[in-house]
């Protein structure tokens, strides 16, 4: 009975000594990471604690795999499988800190970083890693007539989904006919498009914030173009295309004339067919010799 009481004593009061170890590490709950970024990892004993070896570990689903770990004696050892994806930024007994490089889904997860101590045994800290994907945001801006305003849209992809707000930084301006849709990519990603109408046709600087989770937000800033009135715009289109229609005009007169200068009269070339005509040769030839024989008459009579 005493020997039952003595093994629930030391269960008991070992939970909680345990538990006690745990919290005089200091780490971060959970890390965010966007898939392809670097995600950096961190633990610190509060305490002053006679180390041997600091150990990392990634949690799987019955058991924990070493990733590596750091002692005075044999300094930094990374193991095989994880070379290229882990490096030690701070190596320490007190402090110890890793980066897990270029992340993917298959980081996802939960890490230990675990304070081999004479004599109190392993303290052990915990850190769970989330990736994100998100691209974006992206943004456009249009003009609308009717109603009349700038339309602005911004548009993220990502897992989990995006969410996208508009932001405009002008006071007396705003949005309004929002418009939000959502698309399931094959990836697993889903594309979140707003859209929105701004009241405002003179110049003046929006935004576009986007974030997923508990991960930091990208906003992107841009200046919507100062759109002036349509009537205003299709005068120098008027103009323009007046000039045009005067030159084609004044070009077609000026060969109409130089044709008219080139081309030879309708009479002058029937006269000078007429007098090349044979019969026109012979009424001469007669015209001729009676004005001579006249003459002759005139010359004899007394």
Request: charged share 20%; glycine share 6%; hydrophobic share 35%.
């Amino acid at each position: 009975m005493e020997g039952m009481c003595l093994i629930f004593c030391l269960f008991t009061f070992g939970g909680s000594f345990q538990k006690g170890l745990a919290a005089v590490i200091q780490t971060q709950q959970t890390v965010s990471a966007a898939v392809g970024e670097d995600a950096p990892l961190s633990c610190q004993l509060l305490e002053t604690k006679d180390v041997q070896q600091v150990t990392w570990q990634k949690v799987l689903e019955r058991t924990e795999r070493n990733i590596g770990s750091y002692s005075e004696y044999y300094g930094v050892i990374v193991n095989n499988g994880f070379k290229d994806k882990v490096q030690f930024t701070e190596a320490g007994l007190q402090k110890n800190s890793i980066v897990i490089r270029n992340v993917t889904d298959q980081d996802e997860g939960c890490y230990l970083c675990r304070f081999n101590t004479y004599p109190d045994g392993a303290l052990t800290g915990r850190t769970c890693l989330k990736v994100y994907e998100l691209h974006g945001p992206f943004i456009t801006i249009s003009r609308s007539n009717s109603p009349p305003g700038s339309v602005m849209t911004c548009s993220a992809t990502g897992r989990p989904v995006p969410m996208v707000t508009l932001t405009v930084l002008h006071q007396n301006f705003s949005f309004s006919h929002y418009n939000t849709t959502r698309e399931t990519n094959t990836n697993c990603t889903v594309t979140v498009t707003t859209t929105a109408l701004l009241s405002a046709l003179s110049s003046t600087q929006v935004g576009c914030l986007v974030s997923v989770d508990s991960a930091a937000p990208r906003e992107l800033l841009v200046t919507v173009p100062d759109f002036k009135d349509s009537s205003d715009e299709g005068w120098p289109l008027i103009v323009v295309f007046l000039v045009i229609l005067i030159c084609i005009c004044v070009l077609q007169f000026r060969r109409i004339f130089q044709n008219r200068n080139r081309k030879p009269s309708g009479n002058a070339t029937d006269n000078q067919m007429l007098n090349n005509s044979p019969v026109s040769n012979k009424d001469d030839r007669q015209r001729t010799s009676e004005r001579q024989r006249q003459n002759g008459e005139s010359h004899t009579s007394p």
